[in-house]
């Protein structure tokens, strides 16, 4: 009899899946049909997700671990809020695509047609932009390519945060990368903060020192052996460029001495010579 009971509540929730599966269907066709005439009003332009790109980031589940698929997707759900937005954002971010609520719900199964608190998050959320309809990724700066991020870092010569550049767009780092080998800007390491800042390299920009700043620039004394200043910049957090201790090693390894220092020169006493210890005859008792 308990047998009997559990098959019937299988056949059940399979119908249930089945009248799930059927009511996504409709939805995606009816959101297909309605956005190939409109586009969404965006302060720049995000590709809309289709049902093909939305298939390729969608896990493929099989019929026979349906009940598995079920068991993930409520736990899903039953996350807290913030974790269920950060699922969504993240999906927002690596596929730069503009999603309907619906289409959320069948890429990553977070419920923001019905759950009104994570609609309510995702559209006050500040790295989510909202049209409406569909909701995308907002970044910090909006930028498309190597050309506009330059134009940016541009306009801050006291340096820019890398990481206000870097959910730009997919390849900001490279172009970043590449705008540091052509010689645009200089990237260089914050060991405060431990990011990086970029700063343009243009002529035509005028950078201010202040005045303590140069004194203490010229104030600085460097040890004599540059092993000391290896140590030194190790102890700053920084990497040599060269390890002298390493090299010295190895040149006595292969029989080689280190350069001697110049020896001062004496010179010789003639009769010529002016000589101030006279009263010292035996100094002198060896000269020509």
Not at 102 to 115: M, R
Not at 170 to 185: E, I, N, R, W, Y
């Amino acid at each position: 009899m308990a047998l009997q009971e559990s098959l019937t509540r299988f056949k059940q929730q399979q119908e249930k899946c089945q009248s799930t599966l059927s009511s996504i269907n409709n939805a995606r066709a009816a959101a297909g049909s309605g956005s190939s005439s409109r586009s969404a009003p965006h302060h720049k332009s995000v590709p809309i997700a289709t049902t093909s790109s939305i298939a390729a980031k969608a896990p493929a589940v099989k019929f026979s671990n349906d009940t598995e698929r079920l068991q993930h997707i409520n736990s899903i759900r039953k996350a807290p809020i913030g974790a269920q937005m950060k699922r969504v954002i993240a999906i927002l971010y690596e596929t730069r695509e503009a999603f309907t609520a619906e289409q959320i719900n069948e890429v990553c199964y977070v419920d923001a047609v019905n759950n009104r608190e994570v609609f309510s998050g995702l559209t006050n959320n500040p790295k989510v932009f909202y049209d409406g309809k569909r909701f995308s990724y907002k970044a910090t700066h909006d930028l498309k390519n190597k050309k506009e991020l330059l134009h940016l870092i541009r306009k801050f010569p006291e340096g820019k945060n890398v990481i206000d550049l870097k959910d730009a767009y997919p390849t900001v780092l490279d172009d970043l990368q590449a705008l540091k080998a052509s010689g645009d800007v200089w990237l260089l390491s914050n060991f405060d903060s431990q990011e990086d800042v970029v700063f343009p390299n243009d002529p035509k920009i005028t950078i201010k020192v202040d005045d303590d700043l140069k004194v203490l620039f010229r104030g600085i004394e460097l040890p004599r052996d540059m092993i000391d200043i290896e140590k030194d910049l190790q102890k700053n957090g920084m990497k040599p460029a060269t390890n002298t201790a390493k090299r010295r090693a190895m040149a006595q390894v292969h029989g080689i001495n280190p350069k001697p220092k110049a020896k001062k020169k004496t010179r010789d006493i003639s009769k010529r010579t002016k000589l101030t210890n006279a009263h010292l005859p035996e100094l002198f008792k060896n000269i020509p």
